[in-house]
Nanobody
Framework: VQLQASGGGLVQSGGSHRLSCAVS????????LGWFRQVPGKEQEWVSC????????YVRDSVKGRFTISKDGAKNTVYLQMNSLQPEDTAVYSC???????????????????WGQGTQVTVSS
């Protein structure tokens, strides 16, 4: 299983950006998916995650209404659409996947066995 994250870059405050995470080796349909972010000196935090079944999707409060997780089964790719970006959204974003996560643990990065490399998102004020 390999995850390849892409799409990071420099964005102006208030702007939009979309991150992609291409998954190879397995079908996304059978995996729980997550996006996490980390700022130097701080702990990694979950941003948004989706259970194996699409009806279970979670977004942390600080990005609710602005960020959306989605997936394209045909492309085997998971996305993080980020709107109304703020400087505090600046971080290294990473995607993760795992075939067996109980919903109560879906926000915990330790639940995920497969990770893509991080991609830097910088929001300028």
């Amino acid at each position: 299983v390999q995850l390849q994250a892409s799409g990071g870059g420099l964005v102006q405050s208030g702007g939009s950006h979309r991150l992609s995470c291409a998954v190879s080796g397995v079908s996304l349909d059978n995996y729980a998916l997550g996006w996490f972010r980390q700022v130097p000196g701080k702990e990694q935090e979950w941003v948004s995650c989706s259970g194996v079944t699409d009806e279970y999707a979670y977004v942390r409060d600080s990005v609710k209404g602005r960020f959306t997780i989605s997936k394209d089964g045909a492309k085997n790719t998971v996305y993080l659409q980020m709107n109304s970006l703020q400087p505090e959204d600046t971080a290294v974003y990473s995607c993760a996947a795992d075939p067996s996560i109980i919903l109560s643990a879906i926000r915990d990065s330790r639940s995920y066995g497969y990770w893509g490399q991080g991609t830097q998102v910088t929001v300028s004020s």
